[in-house]
């Protein structure tokens, strides 16, 4: 009895879940679709899923129209960038929070979270008269700079909580055995912390990849990367929904495929610490 | 080398003081056990040996120089931890070899001190093995080599055996002592088994609340406890206390006397008493006893071999007059 009743539920468990991953996973899934369709079928209403030719003119179109290469350049750039930057600046920042709290050390965690609470727009003015003087407006430099500041309190907090694991006597013991605290930082702590610093590299070059406040606002033409790209296609063109839909699954194509490869390793690097 | 002088050294976290200021030398070569109760200050005092905190005021001196600024990597001590903080990354070979990569050693030499450290400690077939893949015993084992390859002015050990089972406490205690007569090292040893620190130390400092309440050889506080407190804490099972009637025949506040120092008989002594719960262990018999006109106290008898008494059983009791430790109303000992 007890036992079908769990059968039972985990039954149910799994449809649920299987319900909500699909509704979650169908605008993805509908724009691959429409970006195979006609400009007619995509706008076709109803609307057709499966039933209709195949075609790649839309992403002849698209390649013919756009640099496809130099957006996906930049936002390799951009997104890598930032990341590296954001970490290199991140281990020491979650080492000595992590290591050498202060009392304010849980204010200063949360004041940093709370800068991501305020809306962007609120701080565009004042970042973009900066950029213009300070000549770095539509410039990858500038871009990179933006998101990784945009990004830090993030991957402050997730190495936090990852240096936070590591029991603090294997650290001293470094110490007692004549590491620098360089040596302590590059020998024992990040080796021990590649998990954790994997599972946010991966995150925010996700988060940055997707950025599109800024790098809409902040780029022309030079800087523009994949976001742009997409932006090229929607108003002003009118209703081309296909060739939108073929732009977008592009765009979104290599984080997608670096987000299937590694989702075991976000997922242990979002939940950690969760469970202790 | 390894001569370890502090002067007036304290501590504070905050505005708590945990150490008072004290002073203390360790001579070179000496195995000095620290003891005490939980949270006595005990583990502080190595930390602050160590480097691993601050001194809030003071001077450590190790071999004469000042090292009370000198962080923990420049000292010349090695630590072995109670967690063992084994490099969960690295082999065991990595992990040995980890201080000497640090001091810039030779990798012949490393090769060399490796090779003669896994043999004493019996390590050589698991030298690539990771940490998570060794037991208990043996991860002791490995930061215990991991210490001795540096050739250190002395070694700290903190807690090093309590997480492991009794057996194997046992063995590794003996491991440890054989290790020091063979290295002749400063040892420092923290712990709160107060019969570790009777095996293993030529020099025992007992530290109640951060304060140092005696320091001498192992049967020094065992033969003259300075005050009640240490007669309590050292020797297993604890010394009884009496006070009242029974301590004014003395001309004292309280005696003290241990249960090894009880005569016992069935039939006639100077105390009467009941028999509460008896452990026949063969090699000793443990009674606790009520006695008469106090059952509500429990004294300990220890008696050697079998003693063939039984629950609810009267028993009397004569201590060994010359054994009596006497305390004053303060509980410092009256000579």
Redesign the interface.
């Given at each position: 009895m007890a036992r079908s009743t769990t059968t039972q539920r985990k039954a149910l468990n799994t449809a649920f879940a299987w319900g909500i991953g699909l509704l979650i996973f169908f605008p993805i899934l509908w724009t691959i679709l429409t970006s195979f369709k006609t400009e007619a079928t995509a706008i076709a209403d109803p609307p057709v899923f499966v039933g209709f030719e195949w075609t790649l003119e839309n992403y002849t179109a698209v390649l013919e129209r756009s640099n496809y290469a130099r957006f996906l350049w930049n936002s390799i750039i951009i997104a890598g960038g930032s990341t590296i930057l954001g970490i290199i600046i991140a281990v020491p920042a979650a080492w000595s929070m992590a290591f050498v709290p202060s009392k304010r050390t849980k204010d200063i965690l949360m004041w940093m979270l709370s800068t991501k609470m305020l809306p962007a727009v609120g701080v565009l003015y004042p970042i973009y008269l900066l950029f213009i003087k300070l000549g770095i407006l539509d410039t990858r430099v500038g871009l990179t700079i933006v998101l990784m500041l945009i990004n830090l309190p993030i991957i402050v907090w997730m190495l936090y909580t990852y240096f936070k694991e590591i029991?603090g006597?294997?650290l001293?013991?470094?110490?007692?055995?004549?590491?620098?605290l360089r040596?302590e930082v590059i020998?024992?702590l990040t080796?021990?912390a590649i998990p954790g610093i994997a599972s946010t590299l991966l995150l925010n070059v996700i988060l940055a990849w997707n950025e599109a406040f800024w790098t809409l606002n902040l780029t022309a033409a030079k800087a523009a990367p994949l976001t742009a790209f997409i932006a090229s296609y929607s108003s002003p063109e009118g209703l081309f929904y296909a060739k939108l839909s073929a732009a977008s699954t592009m765009a979104i194509a290599p984080i997608l495929v670096l987000g299937w490869f590694s989702q075991k390793q976000l997922v242990s690097g979002l939940t950690f610490g969760a469970v202790k | 080398m390894g001569r370890i002088t502090l002067d007036q050294v304290s501590k504070s976290f905050g505005d708590v003081e945990v150490i008072p200021p004290l002073d203390l030398t360790i001579e070179d070569g000496e195995f000095t056990v620290f003891v005490g109760p939980s949270g006595c200050g005990k583990s502080t005092l190595l930390r602050l040996i160590?480097?691993?905190e601050d001194i809030t005021s003071g001077q450590i001196r190790i071999d004469s120089q000042d090292a009370t600024n000198v962080?923990?990597?420049?000292r010349g001590?090695?630590?072995v931890?109670?967690?063992y903080?084994?490099?969960?990354?690295m082999s065991v070979r990595k992990n040995i070899a980890?201080?000497m990569k640090?001091?810039g050693i030779a990798q012949d030499e490393q090769d060399r001190r490796i090779e003669a450290a896994t043999t004493a400690l019996n390590l050589t077939d698991y030298l690539d093995r990771r940490p998570g893949q060794l037991s208990g015993g043996q991860r002791q084992r490995v930061a215990i080599g991991?210490a001795i390859v540096?050739e250190p002015a002395a070694f700290?050990f903190d807690e090093p055996l309590s997480n492991l089972d009794a057996a194997l406490r046992v063995g590794m205690r003996l491991e440890i002592s054989e290790l020091h007569e063979r290295l002749k090292t400063t040892m420092i040893y923290v712990t709160h088994d107060q019969v570790e620190a009777m095996t293993m130390a030529d020099k025992i400092v007992v530290l109640q609340a951060g304060v140092i309440e005696q320091v001498g050889s192992p049967l020094e506080l065992y033969n003259t406890p300075c005050n009640r407190f240490v007669a309590g804490f050292i020797g297993s099972p604890k010394m009884n206390f009496l006070e009242g009637e029974a301590a004014a025949k003395y001309g004292a506040h309280s005696i003290g006397i241990r249960p090894e120092h009880l005569n016992i008989s069935t039939d006639e002594g100077a105390w009467k008493a009941t028999v509460g719960v008896a452990e026949h262990l063969g090699s000793d018999t443990f009674l606790y006893v009520h006695p008469e006109g106090n059952e509500g106290e429990t004294m300990t008898v220890r008696v050697d071999g079998e003693f063939a008494v039984r629950h609810g059983d009267t028993v009397f009791l004569t201590p060994r007059e010359d054994l009596i430790h006497k305390f004053d109303a303060e509980g410092l000992r009256i000579p």
């Open positions: 029991p006597e294997i001293e013991a470094a110490r007692m055995d004549g590491a620098s040596e020998y024992i080796p021990m | 160590a480097g691993l962080p923990p990597a420049k001590l090695a630590m931890f109670q967690s903080a084994l490099y969960p990354h980890f201080p640090m001091a991991r540096r700290l």
